[in-house]
């Protein structure tokens, strides 16, 4: 996949969910997070899961999420109709991940989505594992070692993790995407480096502006 880096585990389940109506989006290639509108009289918009089978994984080493930003949406409001919404590769979100507290299958069941998702996913006492600003296109890396290590030594407690965004709306790439499959989520053991053509190219960029400013 990626210099220095190997993956340990792919996605045995990701997806997400459109709240109003509690949709399970399983298949679709890529994961729709919109930005969150939590408590709001209806919750319109998307969050997702992402879970992993770890129990083939020991506790040893770091353990990173891997994600990779495909697209932005932006809505333009229209007169009389419903906005009219464009994607590009180029944009900007935050993501935030947490590790869940009760499964999917919960959720599905759940009579009040709003409730069960101001439960487990986003609230001041379910801890944020991380943070990730996305810009355009590429791939981001999240610690969740002591995440997954808890999971290893108590399986039952492995819900996956949640993801929602708290500005901008995204696509992240699922376990399902085929433009480009280094773009699917998976554990990873390390942050990847830079490949050695990137830092040849950084190299050259930055010998030419130190010529320009002589």
């Known amino acids: 996949m990626i210099a220095n880096a190997t993956i340990i585990a792919t996605p045995d ?26 408590g709001s009289p209806t ?29 932005y949406i932006t809505s333009t409001p229209t007169v009389g109709g419903p906005p009219i919404s464009s994607a590009s590769t ?6 935030q991940i ?34 990730v600003n996305f810009t355009n296109q590429g791939t981001e890396y999240v610690d969740v070692t002591d995440e997954v290590n808890g999971w290893i030594n108590d399986g039952s407690s492995n819900h996956g993790f949640a993801l929602f965004s708290t500005s901008g709306n995204i696509e ?25 053509s990137a830092l040849i190219a950084l190299g050259a960029v930055m010998c030419f502006l130190r010529r320009r400013r002589v």
């Open 13 to 38: 389940f990701d997806t997400d969910s459109y709240i109003t109506f509690g949709t399970n989006n399983a298949f679709d290639p890529q994961i729709t997070l919109g930005q969150s509108l939590q």
């Open 43 to 71: 919750y319109h918009f998307n969050f997702g899961i992402v879970s992993f089978d770890v129990s083939g994984l020991n506790t040893s080493g770091d353990k990173y999420l891997s994600l990779s930003a495909v697209e």
């Open 90 to 95: 180029t944009g900007s979100a935050v993501v």
């Open 98 to 131: 947490v590790a869940l507290g009760a499964s999917f299958s919960d959720y599905s069941s759940a009579a009040n989505k709003q409730t069960w998702y101001d439960t487990y996913v986003q609230n001041g006492l379910v801890p944020v594992v991380g943070t």
């Open 172 to 196: 992240l790439a699922s376990s399902s995407y085929t433009d480009n499959v280094n773009f699917r989520p998976a554990l990873v053991d390390a942050v990847p480096e830079p490949s050695s």
